[in-house]
């Protein structure tokens, strides 16, 4: 399956679909608008790098609450 519904995306991330769609309009998770109603779709590969850059940004917290900072 190329894309997925934010349901979809909801699910996948076990958040709810109103936080999928915050990540959407926030621009931190790349979709499109299809159909005449506006149907939003992500992509697979969209989820799989916004996934590896939260892993990215996960791993440099943690580096730097090894020097003194907090995790909040």
């Known amino acids: 399956m190329r894309f997925m519904t934010l349901a979809d995306v909801a ?3 076990n ?3 109103a936080q ?7 621009g931190e998770l790349r979709a499109i608008k299809v159909g ?3 149907q939003w779709r992500v992509e697979t590969t969209e989820l799989e790098a916004y ?3 939260a892993y990215q940004q996960t791993a440099e917290l943690l580096d730097g609450s090894e020097h003194g900072s907090d995790l909040g």
């Open 11 to 13: 699910e996948t991330l």
């Open 15 to 17: 958040i709810s679909s």
């Open 20 to 26: 999928a769609y915050a990540l959407v309009r926030s």
């Open 36 to 38: 005449g109603r506006g």
């Open 51 to 53: 996934i590896q850059r």
